[in-house]
């Protein structure tokens, strides 16, 4: 099993920019989760997805964030327009509800530098 | 507001002695409760989780404590190794909400050789 996989990894972009993350969840895992991670506030849960459905979006900072998961493999973070206070790590996770066990497993992250 | 707090942020330790992480939490409707361990560039990974109708789940190395009525929870490794040099991450979850997990803010462990 691949994990889960994040893209980009690194991302470099100037303020005012689009920003898009990508995140393909492991088969079979029917919740998927978007996380930011900072100095600050460490790990903070922005959205989560249950069968592709958006669940609980309370963690969303402002309006220029957005997500979608269109199909079961694939979901998007999307950040416009970009700002410096956005600069920050950017992980997916998801999980897999026929398992007793809370685990979410995580993708490496995207580190986001908006200049 | 923080429901869970690791108020550590770092905690250095000689290897083969024992390290311990603390985490507190305000929430009563957590039931469920996880650590993770981060590697720099990597993401966070499971490491050992405890019920909260438990107070003790040990794992080889690793052995997680619960206190209900304290509101705190610990892990401790023993020996210490280098390679458990991380960040550790407290996490809980609250009875009724699915699969959401809070989590701490973590504390980086430096196991010195």
């Known amino acids: 099993d691949a994990g889960v996989i994040q893209s980009p990894r690194h991302e470099v972009t100037e303020m005012g920019q689009e920003v898009t993350l990508r995140c393909k969840p492991i088969?079979?895992?029917?919740?998927l989760f978007w996380y930011r991670q900072t100095m600050m506030r460490g790990l903070e849960l922005l959205i989560y997805?249950?069968?592709?459905?958006?669940?609980?979006d309370s963690g969303m900072p402002e309006d220029r964030f957005s997500a979608k998961m269109p199909n079961a493999s694939f979901s998007t973070l999307k950040i416009q327009p970009s700002e410096p206070r956005d600069s920050a790590v950017y992980f997916c996770?998801?999980?897999?509800?026929?398992?007793?066990?809370?685990?979410?497993?995580f993708g490496a992250g995207t580190r986001l530098s908006v200049l | 507001d923080q429901q869970v707090k690791q108020n550590s942020p770092s905690l250095s330790v000689q290897e083969g002695r024992i390290s311990i992480l603390n985490c507190d939490y305000t929430?009563?409707?957590?039931?469920?409760f996880l650590w993770y361990k981060k590697y720099p560039a990597e993401g966070p990974t499971f490491l050992i989780s405890?019920?909260?109708?438990?107070d003790k789940n040990e794992d080889g190395r690793f052995t997680v404590f619960l206190n209900k009525s304290a509101k705190h929870l610990s892990l401790h490794i023993v020996p210490s190794q280098p390679g458990d040099s991380a960040v550790y991450f407290c996490?809980?979850?609250?009875?009724?909400?699915?699969?959401?997990?809070?989590f701490g803010s973590g504390t980086q462990l430096t196991v010195l050789p």
């Open positions: 996490a809980a979850r609250a009875t009724g909400s699915a699969r959401q997990l809070t």
């Open positions: 996770a998801s999980s897999f509800s026929g398992l007793a066990k809370n685990i979410q497993y």
């Open positions: 929430n009563s409707m957590f039931d469920y």
């Open positions: 997805f249950n069968n592709n459905v958006p669940i609980d």
């Open positions: 088969s079979g895992h029917d919740y």
């Open positions: 405890i019920s909260s109708i438990k």
